[in-house]
């Protein structure tokens, strides 16, 4: 057959189940394409009972894909950019791709929108900070390594654990006007100053260690340490490393400690440096003596603290308190003295807790106000008046709404915030208060009940579990937000309100890289009259950059809600399920009674309450995916 018959030959085409008939000039005029490769024969071709080619695709996308070739218009007002440009992208259409894309940065800036705040780089640093390398034979090395850099690989760190891009963002955490980034093997702090904006003023030696913690003390008032008040930590596995920020940026080292078990918690109180341990170890820096004192206690699954007090929910049914600002006074036989505040009436395992102190309203002292969850899902609210510490805290009210363990307790000026092991179900209560004290039962009906989807990675290499927590954040006195990942490579996180869940806002990575961690920080205002302080979203990306969004200007907009079905449908499609698992954020597995995996969930609980509602076609997509997966 001539070539000049061939360019004029009708191809008949299945897809998906519908018939296209077209002329073999119009398939194959983009130089390069799938079609180009179908109809040469470099692409083996399946066909119907009537002779015409299946190709097994979406035949509604086709149609405009086919139209474009015919064409060379698109009318992008008609099609779902997004889902075109993938159909696109598959045939192999570059001038559609390029058309698309230029359609769907009209919608998108470089700068963000109105909420993006800044824009923080990777930072300027030596290249061998992200080195990676089987550990020496000291676990520290205090200066960077001079020898030949390998290519940013992942390899084995300490204890043989296999580490993520070390070039990521893996936990962000902020105090006063300063945040700390860490990355695998070392920490970056910066400040914010209104007339200067944000500046890095200190970077860490790279360390053999991969960071699983970071803890900041930026403010002391009335501190004893003067302009070394500043102080940042990090933790792996069972080590902790300690330096002071000096004034030129510097830093200095003020010791290596280990708590000789996991660390799980690390945090200042005031400038003392604590460390915790769901098997029952306490660790604790003491800036007046320089003293790192270890202390055994009953396992803990969760702490708070509350002025000087460090308050430790534990695995026997106990709540223990250590008054942090008397060490070493407090010490007997050199051990720090943990006494029992309470005992909770069934001894269950006490897994989350939130201590409250009102404001003071005698010379007596301040009202004690705690919340806990426990491992059967009873959450209980315990009061102490300060004259009556003798006596002990009473129990003020019991909740039985949740059959998980519960994981998250938040008791703020109004709101009761309880969050249990049944993929993130929230429930929030209205506290009322008289005189700035609980005065009347908040009441058995909840305000809210929702749920927070958040898909882990199994194998862990989506980011560090410490930098992407759920919350809720925010000040006792304000409105928490609960920040919502649903699939761990993602470029998009949702803020949704804890009293309602509604979505305050959707933030889009403003280059397209992946949120690999997350927290919600508010800066102080400057000196200026009205200025107050400000909350902010920071985001931290796959290429190490840090993103920061205006909350407080968000918080003022119109909630929408959570993601809808459609957009939670598309968020999973983008995520390999075989590779993601339900949150297990419980402090400790012992206390689960049962532990599922996201496939079993679906496939056996087929309401599946994760979406509401779901209807016959999710659900029958849901039913065939977790199939195939299994």
Known sequence: MSSTARTGDIIHLNVGGKRFSTSRQTLTWVPDSFFSSLLSGRISTLKDETGAIFIDRDPSLFASILNFLRTKELHPRSVNVHMLMHEAEFYGIAPLVRKLQLCDELDRS????VLFNGYLPPPGINSTLLHFSPPAASSLQSEPRSDVVTPCLPTWGILGCWSSDPGMVRIICGHHNWIAVAYAQFVV???????TGWQQVFTSPRLDWVIDRVALNAKVMGGSLGDNDKMVAVASVTEIILWAICPDGNGNEIGVFSLNVPVEALFFVGNQLIATSHTGKVGVWNAVTKHWQNQDVVPINSCDTAGSFLILGCNNGSIYYIDVQKFPLRM??????????????????????????????SDSGNWIEIAYGTSSGTVRVIVQHPETVGSGPQLFQTFSVHRSPVTKIML???????????????????????????????????????????LDDVDGHGGCSAGTEIGPYGERD???????????????????LSSNGKRVCEVRSVDGTSITAFVVHEC?????????????????????????????????????GGPTEEELLELLDQCDLALTRTPDSTPRASTLSLNLSLPV??????????????????????????????
């Not at 003295?337 to 201590?355: F, G, N, Q």
């Not at 902010?536 to 119109?558: P, R």
Request: hydrophobic share 35%.
């Open 412 to 454: 703020s000026e109004k709101h009761l915030i309880s969050v249990c092991a049944d993929n993130n179900h929230v429930r929030t209560w209205t506290v009322t208060r008289f005189r700035g004290m609980i005065s009347t039962q908040p009441g058995s009906t909840p305000l809210t009940s929702f749920k927070i989807l958040s």
């Open 189 to 195: 702090c910066y400040r914010v100053k209104e007339s």
């Open 478 to 496: 304000e409105q928490q937000v609960f920040i919502q990942r649903v699939v761990p490579d993602t470029d998009k996180l949702y803020v949704r």
């Open 110 to 113: 470089s700068c963000g929108n």
């Open 524 to 560: 102080e205002g400057s000196s200026r009259i009205g200025s107050r302080p400000r909350r902010y979203l920071f985001s931290g990306h796959s290429n190490g950059s840090i993103q920061m969004w205006d909350l407080t200007t968000a918080m003022e907009i119109a909630a929408l």
């Open 601 to 630: 969930i679906f496939l056996y609980q087929p309401h599946i309450s994760l979406l509401q509602p779901v209807g016959k076609r999710q659900l029958k997509l849901f039913r065939l995916k977790f199939t195939a997966s299994v």
């Open 332 to 361: 007997k036989d050199n051990d720090l003295l943990v006494t029992e505040l309470y005992r909770d009436p069934t001894e269950d395992a006490i897994t989350a807790l939130s201590v409250y102190l009102t404001p003071k309203t």
